[in-house]
């Protein structure tokens, strides 16, 4: 590493004359910066304590051309109902998931096959045009993301979707029976009685709102018979597997290293539906669930089902769970409405961000299994620290040396502070400084994470910010403002802050992972679809009845049928394979005034089904540029009156 820079007589002047007009963090970053400047910027230097600010030195978000960034990022897509791609540390956004939502790119929700994922109403439209995403986690094994799945929640309507990561699509979407308002999930990171399954099998999903069950019109006036529900889903078949009820409500989840507990923080304890109520109560509460007794219990046939939903339910109601040997859940007690709860990376502890406190509470696990086992009387013993932080925490990530960053909405900082530290403070030892450094984020920030933060192989290099408000960071837009992410260099003492990235509103949540985690497919495999017209002289019209099959290959330039003919009214379904075998030959194919437009990846087969109700002559093109003759790349639908 070269400290040229350190002797650059130019450089310290600017630096001395700026340092009257900056707060400390910034000073600091600059000195930082200084003294880790590498002069090649490569990715992966700020490991080593690099920060942007000094003169003549890259900036480790500054990916050059033909470099690759070190870290991928899975967003939330927020309103868009889909799932965001980001190469870090540059914040470049290289691919959008559609998930619940149609996506017009790709031909989600135009597609047979996306419609079969999202589900369609009788005219065979997709189910639902909005959704909410929030928060999206990876499958895991041995403490570590493997690469396989990730999960994302859509709150309106109360829907799971799974991502593939080998092709970077949605592939299942399950709907939660009984419950609204699906908030936290939180794939499992081990099972907890089968040693040899090191890794998820189950994600867990919390019910936000309490509603009547089953919501069939029953009880609607009466909100003291409102329920929540937690939610079990198998992370292969996406069944649900079981559900919990409870009092109060579920928030966000986290789990456990060795899958025995899970956990969700709860901010209305009250059971309250106006939300002066549900702040009426001092203290709320985190709730453990104990996963080896729910599924004992589903087992020994202790559960109800509601409505039509054939899905056990078991009881972790307060009343239902006193006794703590046989108790299914445990409701610790979390000072006025928290907000977030996250698992620290070496396995030990819970922490619940107290939003309407300014504190924050970790919860050590083996004493919450402690308490089942019978061994500790008292629950909230639990607590191991509950220290204060700043005013509105929400949610926290760890760098995997023992400290915590906590964002702090209303003061509009990052604090992070020190988990061992604050234990002492909280024992007694009240020369404890557990706040180790604070930082300015612009403005509001809400979810945060660090690189690998949420896995044992948490590395401390970047930290992300979600934002909620950018104000007067970006150029102004009209009155509706992106989010600001903002990243963070945390790999020294003191926090560097290195990027404003906007992002299209509301992304909530992320996870930044290592790139060597995932192995993505450039090429399909024809095998992948059942329905593969794997040789273009296969292609044709079939006719049965008014019901017709247009088979079509595409390979650059053409399509392997210059024309097709069908009649008015026929029902036609159009399955199409790109046989093209290179990285990155995409086409596409648009149908004018049919209102079909999808993309054909290579070895990739995809049909639509639509009515032949317009008669003449329409040009299906190539919509995605793939060779020098793109523009010629055509078929004619003849539709006869
Ligand atoms: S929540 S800003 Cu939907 Cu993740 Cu905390
Ligand atoms: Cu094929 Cu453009
Ligand atoms: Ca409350």
Redesign the pocket.
């Known amino acids: 590493m070269s400290d040229d820079h350190k002797e650059d007589p130019g450089l310290s002047s600017t630096g001395l004359s700026r340092r009257k007009f900056i707060n400390t963090t910034a000073l600091v970053g600059l000195t930082l910066g200084v003294a880790a400047c590498d002069k090649t910027g490569a990715p992966g230097a700020a490991g080593e304590g690099t920060a942007a600010g000094a003169e003549g030195c890259a900036s480790p978000t500054e990916i050059k051309p033909g470099e690759l960034d070190t870290y991928y990022g899975l967003w939330s897509g927020g309103h868009n109902g889909d799932m965001r791609v980001l190469g870090l540390p540059s914040g470049r956004e290289i691919h959008r998931i559609p998930c619940f939502v149609p996506d017009a790119l790709v031909g989600w929700g135009i597609t047979n096959e996306s419609k079969a994922v999202m589900g369609t109403k009788p005219d065979g439209t997709p189910l639902y045009q909005v959704a909410d995403t ?2 999206t986690h990876a499958s895991y094994k041995d403490g570590n993301y493997d690469g396989r799945y990730a999960w994302i929640n859509d ?1 309106i309507n109360s829907r799971i979707a799974r991502i593939r990561l080998d092709y970077f699509v949605c592939d299942k979407i399950t709907d939660l029976p009984n419950v609204q308002g699906f ?2 999930i939180f794939p499992d990171k081990a099972d907890p009685v089968d040693p040899n399954k090191n890794y998820t099998t189950r994600v867990f999903c919390g019910g936000e709102f309490a509603i009547p069950l089953p919501n069939d019109g029953h009880d609607v006036n009466a909100p003291e018979k409102y329920r929540s529900l937690f939610s079990c889903v198998d992370a292969e078949s996406m069944e649900v597997r079981w559900q919990v009820l409870i009092d109060g409500n579920c928030d ?1 989840v986290a789990t456990s290293y060795d899958g025995k507990l899970a956990a969700t923080n709860q901010y209305n304890t009250e059971n309250a539906v106006h939300y002066e109520d549900m702040m009426s109560a001092e203290r709320d509460a985190c709730l453990f669930f104990n996963v080896a007794r729910i599924e004992q219990a589903v087992k020994d046939g202790k559960f109800k089902t509601y409505g039509t939903s054939s899905v056990p339910v078991v009881d972790g109601t307060r009343d239902g769970n006193k006794d703590p040997k046989t108790a299914l859940v445990a409701y610790v007690s979390v000072p006025k409405n928290p ?2 709860v996250n698992a620290s990376p070496d396995g030990k502890y819970f922490i619940c961000a107290g939003k309407l406190s300014p504190t924050t509470t970790t919860i050590e696990l083996s004493k919450v299994l402690d308490w089942f086992e019978g061994k500790m009387d008292k629950l909230d013993d639990a607590i191991v620290a509950e220290v204060e932080v700043g005013l509105g925490p ?2 926290t990530a760890f760098d995997g040396r023992g400290n915590a960053y906590t964002t702090l909405f209303l003061d509009s900082q990052v604090v992070k502070w020190n988990i061992e530290k604050a234990i002492a403070f909280h024992k007694g030892d009240k020369s404890a400084k557990y706040v180790v450094d604070r930082i300015d984020v612009h403005y509001q920030p ?2 945060i994470n660090a690189s690998q933060s949420e896995t044992k192989a948490a590395d401390g290099k970047y930290l992300a910010v ?1 934002c ?1 408000f950018s104000k007067d960071r970006f150029l102004p837009v009209g009155p509706l403002h992106p989010e600001n992410e903002q990243l963070i260099d945390i790999s020294g003492d003191k926090m560097v802050l290195l990027a404003d990235h906007p992002v299209r509103g509301e992304p ?2 992320f996870i930044i992972f290592k790139r060597d985690i995932v192995t993505p497919k450039q090429v399909y495999n024809l095998d992948d679809s059942p329905i593969a017209v794997k040789d273009a002289k296969d292609s044709g019209v079939f006719r049965d009845g008014n019901k017709v099959t247009v088979k079509l290959t595409s390979q650059a330039p053409a399509f392997s049928l210059r024309e097709f003919t069908v009649k008015k009214g026929d029902v036609v379904t159009l399955i199409l394979t790109n046989l093209d075998k290179v990285e990155d030959l995409t086409h596409g194919f648009a149908l004018p005034k049919y209102n079909i437009q999808f993309v054909i990846n290579p070895q990739e087969t995809k049909s639509v089904t639509f009515v032949a109700d317009k008669p003449g002559v329409f040009w299906a093109y190539c919509s995605t540029f793939c060779h020098a003759l793109h523009l010629e790349m055509r078929t004619r639908m003849i539709v006869e009156a």
């Open positions: 929030h928060h709150k908030h936290g966000l907000h977030g929400l949610h809400g979810h979600g909620k909530h949540d």
